[in-house]
């Protein structure tokens, strides 16, 4: 593609230097005809560690298995997440932006021992109301280049744009789906510091009271993906196939420490399911599992 930047590595990048590189870059945005550049990094014959993947499984609640947690794959790719959205090229703000939406799709359940060829890549944009969003995707491969597993992440960097504002929707009672199920969430204060150091994700939202003081929040709020494991763990070992998509919207953080409720309901075409705080009245999240 023209204009692509690509990053091609031989291991793992390191983290550290992404880190610093987003505590200080002080702006970032687009203006005009602008949008994100194509960049496109890839990394061959990845092993899995097995005291890292251990370490991974205990903090988000997955049984032991030969094969990856579905959502496993987005920790090993994290380090080239980083690489890219703090690339001199990208033009947004890493600091700041929100997770609203992400979509993983397993074609076939990866097994632990298999290496594996990753690639991440962004390009353009969406405007939105409240800003630009835009896909991280990740992809990984076998070594026949057969494609296992895709990760799509909707990111939103804060910004004025010309969207005209929508008028304000009704709220909706209930979930969109009949509760089968539900399982109650001890979410402890310490979440954010384990699930760090289980999957390198250090945004200081995560990780104390007083690091999430200083972009805004009252307390340390839980990792989104690590939501998303939790649930994914809850569920997994009550499929019925192996291959299928799985869907979310994050809606309200869920602040530390906290109860939440977890409901689903389970059907032949896969599952639904939310997360929510434990009256019930407010949603962290809300996804589904569709078989393919």
Known sequence: MANETRLEYDSLPAVAPSY?????????GLSGDETIPPIVAELP????????LAKYRKVCGFQHSPYLPVTYPHVLAFPMHMAV???KRFPLKLLGLIHLRNQITQHRAIEVAEKLHIEVSVGGHREVEKGVEFDLVTRVRDRAGELLWQEDSTMLSRQKTNVPKSPKKKHEDGLGFDIQEEVTWDVPENIGRRYASAAGDYNPIHLSPWSAK????????ATGMWTKARAAAELEPKLEQAAYTLSLGFKKPVFLPSKARFAYSLGTQGADFALTNSKGDIVHLLGDIRYL
């Open 20 to 28: 610093l590189r987003a505590a200080t870059t002080l702006s970032g």
């Open 45 to 52: 014959d990845l092993e899995v560690r097995a005291e890292e």
């Open 85 to 87: 959205l703090t690339h």
């Open 214 to 221: 200083l972009f805004g929040f009252p307390r340390a709020i």
